[in-house]
């Protein structure tokens, strides 16, 4: 299927082949009978020996066959945007109306961290707006695989790799090659959440609503709140207690990804069980504590399968290496289009209301009891009502 000059092609996970030897590496490689270092029990010094032996087992067990058929019922494509491969699924609602939406996983994630809200999305729903009129509203849904990730090739260049190029092939995806010419909405989490942003900034013309979980400026302490002469809800103190408490103690891996990637991508490039020591690891130490998250062992297997038969770890960990500076001066958007934020209680990092609306017109703010840095796996039915409440009332197609 051509669209100008971009020629759309339908797309199938085919990676069976590969696990085989997957599962013949796992069961060759050994691990200690016990921890050699006392106090290694819980989570303090990464993930534990029990939770990695347990993980191993249910991976040698693992059906990808039967996983590898439920990826295949959504509808994936590939085209390629200033030389590189673009991975995408791609699902319309069939409604007039609907609202085109691209959603962004970060790392550790893949398109696969959104599946679970794709079709619900998709749905009409019928929403009570503001003024308690009613509205039916459903979603054209875009989950893309950033360059380098999983099934999107690496771009030519560095700078094809700067995350506000990403911004660049996400617009140009969704305008040039799927024709949503009046408009389109963004969504994302992680590094998701910053392509989603310098989307929203670069485009207004055709960006006309963001939903994020996340932002590319630094969040702040409880002395700048003082500072600033603001009182926080409960929930937001939580936020910044959780950051404070964490400090720099999750922040090894970005030390390492983005100074030494090529040191930690070829040590775990054709190493499963290391993979998901890396990857699992932040799985479970960003996701809800409390254990109401919907996050399943099978989720993380899924995230770390993809990850180790596509051969894209290394790729993925460059991905920090050339996007150095994890924040940037905070400033006003561009964009004067509606902006929401979703605060799942148990995320990594915080910016408190006050703060967000400096960035642009924050329109929708809402706090969640359950669910961390994976929302679209973790609180998928929460995180389609936020979509659906707020880009129902506030999206608008261009005329």
Do not use: C
């Not at 962004?104 to 794709?118: D, I, K, Q």
């Amino acid at each position: 299927m051509a669209s100008g000059q971009h020629t759309v092609k339908p797309f199938k996970v085919d990676l069976f082949a590969a696990v085989p030897r997957l599962k013949a590496q796992l069961a060759e490689t050994q691990l200690p009978m016990h921890n050699p270092i006392p106090g290694g029990e819980d989570n303090k010094w990464g993930i534990t020996l029990a939770r990695l032996t347990k993980l191993r087992d249910e991976w040698l067990s693992y059906d990808w066959a039967a996983e590898e058929k439920r990826l295949n019922s959504y509808k994936h494509f590939t085209t390629e945007i200033d030389g590189t491969t673009i991975h995408f699924v791609h699902e319309k609602s069939g409604r007039d109306g609907a609202i085109p939406l691209i959603i962004t996983h970060g790392w550790p994630g893949s398109f696969n961290e959104y599946l679970a809200v794709l079709r619900p999305l998709l749905e009409a729903s019928v929403i009570t707006l503001s003024d308690g009129t009613k509205k039916t509203v459903s979603f054209d849904v875009v989950l893309p695989s950033i360059p380098g990730f999983v099934f999107s090739s690496v771009p030519p260049t560095v700078e094809g790799r700067n995350l506000k190029n990403t911004a660049k092939f996400w617009n140009t995806l969704m305008v040039d090659v799927l024709g949503y010419t009046r408009g389109y909405a963004v969504a994302g989490s992680d590094y998701g959440s910053v392509v989603s942003w310098h989307a929203f900034n670069q485009f207004p013309e055709t960006v006309r609503g963001a939903y994020l979980n996340g932002f590319p400026f630094p969040p702040i302490d409880s002395d700048q709140v003082a500072k600033d002469n603001q009182t926080l809800s409960e929930f937001e103190r939580l936020g910044l207690n959780l950051m404070a408490e964490r400090g720099t103690s999750d922040m090894g891996y970005y030390a390492e990804q983005s100074t030494k990637p090529d040191t930690i991508g070829l040590a775990l490039q054709d190493n499963a069980l290391g993979q998901l020591a890396w990857i699992g690891e932040k799985f479970y130490s960003w996701s809800d504590p409390t254990g109401q998250g919907e996050m399943t062992s099978k989720d993380i297997l899924t995230g770390v399968s993809l990850y180790f038969l596509t051969k894209s770890f290394l790729s993925s960990v460059f991905q920090y290496a050339h996007n150095p500076s994890p924040f940037e001066a905070p400033r006003k958007s561009n964009n004067a289009s509606p902006l929401g934020y979703g605060h799942f209680k148990w995320e990594m990092m915080h910016w408190p209301r006050y703060y967000i609306a400096q960035f642009g017109n924050l329109v929708f703010y809402r706090e969640h009891e359950k669910g961390a840095h994976f929302p679209g796996t973790e609180n998928p039915t929460e995180y389609v009502q936020d979509i659906r409440d707020f880009l129902g009332e506030h999206f608008s197609f261009r005329n």
